[in-house]
């Protein structure tokens, strides 16, 4: 449960190191009742002088529109401090142009319980401010995919570095030191590659050894593989079971010239489509199911099946959809979620108050430690309810 973004936490405007699967449980955990506490997430691009303008300005106006939505009393005049505060800080950011390579910014706030968190993101999130008891985390999931490791390789060097959303980050860039002759003839191309075949695999096989670590310290959970079908091919049986179970391959001529850009894009299409592919068998499974075929049974489909699963402890990953919306409930004191308004906890009977259903959940898989992926891509679980997981048991 760690998604891959480029996170820089700061405290009360202090540079602070904390693991973040642990920021995110505190945050998961975290009560305002009875007052009132603030989750802002912005997209920056700092050097842009437009963009800084409408931060302001976005930021202006919807704490303006919660400061009229307020009623009188003590929990509404902190939420203002915590509003007034949020303003400041976005303010200090466009006047001091914090980090120009930064391109989101997540405020969270609740003056009453000494909360004040700025995480500078390395990926843009959709604009919210969001007022309410308990901090909105599910965005950090929308910006967030697999851990990706990227492996652009030929016979003659090797481009490798993790892949976000947007843009590659270089690694390491080994050389073989090999250079084969320019032919103009296919037999005579054909004989030279006999020639060097001894040097190119024990190349490869070095390439694929190098991988291997840089797919255990980044804790990758895909390796993108982009490289001619028999290059590929090659470090592929170089690689223990386990790592290859991670592949997935873009075939491309030259892959050791394409830009970053287009490295980034290439890994990010082979991502959307594992993703799809893997909704897609998800969907097929409980289909299974419920024509009585052969299935494990450890999926669940759908607000109800999920929400029984989450309270029972079940949970293995969360899918979700970013368009998912419904109406649910979270138990502050046992942790128990639920669809629709409900006064009280079905289970212990805490009186509860009415939240988004998706939120709920989301806080509750990060409290079992499952894994989450909110779905940015239109998929066959919009048209099946719109969240599904996979199950411990």
């Not at 989450?372 to 309810?385: H, Q």
Request: with cysteine; aromatic share 4%; net charge neutral.
């Amino acid at each position: 449960m760690d998604p891959t973004l480029s996170v820089e936490l700061r405290d009360h405007g202090r540079p602070a190191a904390r693991p973040f699967d642990e920021l995110l449980r505190q945050l998961a955990g975290f009560e305002a009742a009875p007052s009132l506490c603030a989750s802002i997430y912005l997209p920056v691009r700092w050097r842009d002088e437009q963009q800084r303008e409408r931060v302001r300005l976005f930021v202006k106006e919807e704490a303006r529109q919660v400061r009229v939505r307020l009623g009188d009393g003590e929990a509404d005049d902190r939420l203002r401090r915590d509003l007034t505060r949020a303003e400041e800080l976005v303010e200090e950011r466009v006047r001091q142009s914090i980090d120009p390579s930064d391109r989101g910014l997540a405020l969270f706030l609740s003056s009453p319980h000494g909360l004040e968190l700025a995480l500078r993101l390395g990926e843009p999130p959709t604009a919210r401010l969001h007022v309410g008891r308990a901090l909105l985390l599910a965005p950090l999931f929308a910006l967030a995919a697999r851990r990706t490791l990227v492996a652009a390789i030929d016979h003659h060097a090797a481009r490798i570095g993790v892949a976000t959303a947007s843009r590659f980050d270089h690694l390491e860039a080994p050389e073989s030191g090999i250079e084969l002759p320019q032919r103009t003839s296919a037999s005579a191309r054909h004989a030279v590659g006999w020639r060097f075949a001894g040097h190119i695999g024990s190349w490869l096989s070095d390439a694929a050894s190098r991988i291997v670590d840089l797919l255990r310290e980044t804790r990758a959970e895909r390796l993108v593989l982009v490289a001619r079908p028999s290059i590929a091919e090659a470090v592929e049986e170089c690689l223990p079971q386990r790592e290859r179970a991670l592949v997935l391959r873009v075939e491309h001529s030259d892959p050791t010239a394409a830009d970053d850009g287009a490295i980034a894009e290439l890994a990010r299409a082979a991502c959307a489509e594992a993703t799809r592919a893997a909704v897609d068998g998800l969907l097929d499974e409980v289909g299974s199911i419920e024509r009585g075929a052969s299935g494990q049974g450890r999926v669940a489909v759908g607000a109800a099946a999920v929400v029984r699963a989450a309270n029972e402890g079940r949970l293995r990953a969360l899918v979700l959809s970013a368009r998912f919306s419904a109406v649910g409930w979270r138990c502050s004191a046992c942790g128990a979620v639920g669809e629709g308004g409900s006064a009280s906890c079905v289970a212990c009977g805490i009186p509860v108050a009415a939240n988004d259903l998706g939120e709920a959940l989301v806080r509750r898989a990060i409290l079992s430690g499952a894994r989450i992926d909110v779905l940015d891509r239109l998929t066959r679980l919009d048209v099946a309810g719109g969240v599904a997981a996979t199950l411990r048991f």
